[in-house]
């Protein structure tokens, strides 16, 4: 499916993209290593958690960890190698990097090629993003750039001075995470987010890497604690791509955030036009799209969006599929997200129930028994969130009080639900 460049909806796909955090592997994994299961169960299982800067208020399952500064984090595999596994290590070309934010923000986005050398078909099965600096590093998705875009990655990365590219939103080449996707499924191997560590899936699943194939890293650099230089590395895992693995695709499901400020705070960023040219400032003028589009995407009234703590977006499912894990993300704001699968009829499924939301752990919720979804069946995901932890939130102690949408940086946010499936 081909988005036009004029469809109010085009611009919704690359902050979903961005969002996303990590994906596949998905992602965001967490603590202690699990079992890795029968074979055919297919579901990922979680490494050792990469530590983090971040620190929450109570009420979002505070978490205060040290931090990693001048060297990269080391840290052994979570799960031995299997048979036929292999792992390949992936370092900033151009070695570290400073981040810096345009139009004097607080976030950078920076995209990076990297290539993998891959003279065969692979499945990834696994991932483990080192980040350097986690005082910056807020998350990091790879996207695959399939041989066909691969010309298309390495002019962009030629033509903007220093190593890689800025990136807010996807990678910005089609195919490869920017706007010419489908919302339905996302060419992204890999991601980090704070509570990640190594994540491996779990038998006969792999995520699938064409011969000639390189990556994107896209790297969120949030510089409210500096802007100290970043050598953030990747290791896969990889398979042959003649293995007998299914391969995982993914499904995301997006909603609206119209959180306006508490009735006891005031500013200009109160009002809702104003933060939205602010943010547009900050992270460029496709977010002022993004957010009518959403709109659009889930019955909202772009003149007139519905504002509130809660808001929902139903998607029907492309295929039919086997749900095997799913994910969620927001910001710092949020309070808790659920993915369902037919609310209201009596066939409803609750996929994700994350009551209590910490940003400081990301991980996928593998399925206990995998679900079965039928083509056109509806997904929803609901999100809450709470202006009122801006003044509990160290991270967000000196922000101005604003009307809150979806948006790129830390102090904006995000409704995202992350489906990893098969197809059956």
């Known amino acids: 499916m081909v988005w036009g460049r004029d469809d109010p909806l085009t611009a919704v796909r690359r902050p979903v993209a961005a969002a996303v955090l990590a994906v596949a592997g998905l992602l965001l994994s967490g603590c202690a290593a699990e079992p890795t299961g029968s074979p055919g169960s297919a579901l990922p299982v979680r490494g050792s958690a990469a530590p983090s ?30 048979r036929g596994e292999r792992m390949a290590t992936l370092r900033l070309p151009g070695g570290p990097y400073r981040p810096s934010a345009p139009a004097g923000g607080t976030d950078d986005y920076r995209c990076f090629l990297v290539d993998p050398g891959l003279d065969a ?70 991601g980090w987010a704070p509570g990640s560590g190594e994540t491996v899936l779990r038998a006969r699943t792999g995520k699938w890497l064409e011969a000639g194939s390189q990556i994107v890293l896209q790297l969120h650099y949030n510089l409210r604690a ?45 009002d809702r036009t104003r933060s939205l040219l602010d943010l547009a400032s900050r992270v460029g003028s496709d977010a ?79 399925l206990a028994r995998p679900v079965r979804v039928q083509r056109g069946d509806t997904l929803r995901v609901t999100c809450t969130h709470d202006a009122a932890l801006r003044s509990m939130v160290p991270e967000l102690a000196d922000v101005e009080p604003r009307y809150v949408t979806w948006g790129e940086g830390t102090t904006d946010e995000m409704c995202l639900g992350i489906v990893l499936y098969t197809r059956t």
């Open 226 to 270: 500096g802007a100290a230089p970043d050598d953030t590395a990747v290791r896969l895992r990889l398979m042959p791509g003649t293995a007998d693995l299914r391969r995982l695709e993914t499904m995301l499901l997006v909603a609206p955030v119209e959180l306006p400020c508490t009735a006891e705070e005031t500013g200009p960023l109160c």
């Open 288 to 366: 002022g799209r993004t957010v009518s589009g959403l709109q659009l995407l889930c019955g909202g009234d772009i003149a007139a969006p519905r504002a509130g703590s809660t808001q929902s977006c139903d998607r029907r499912a492309p295929a039919d599929m086997v749900v095997r894990s799913v994910a969620g993300h927001m910001h710092l704001l949020g309070r808790s997200i659920s993915v369902d699968l037919e609310p209201g009829t009596s066939d409803e499924q609750r996929l994700l129930d994350r009551t209590v939301w910490n940003f400081d752990d990301q991980s996928a919720t593998p």
């Open 121 to 190: 078909d692979a499945f990834v099965t696994g991932s483990d993003v080192l980040p350097d600096n986690a005082e910056v590093v807020h998350h990091a998705i790879l996207f695959t750039v399939p041989p066909s875009q691969v010309p298309a990655a390495e002019q962009q990365d030629a033509a903007t001075p220093g190593e890689g590219w800025t990136c807010f939103g996807g990678t910005g080449l089609p195919g490869a995470g920017g706007a010419d996707d489908s919302l339905n499924s996302a060419p992204w191997l890999a």
């Open 53 to 82: 800067s971040h620190t929450h208020s109570p009420g979002t399952a505070p978490h205060s960890h040290a931090t990693t500064a001048s060297t990269p984090v080391v840290r052994a595999a979570a799960v031995p190698l299997r």
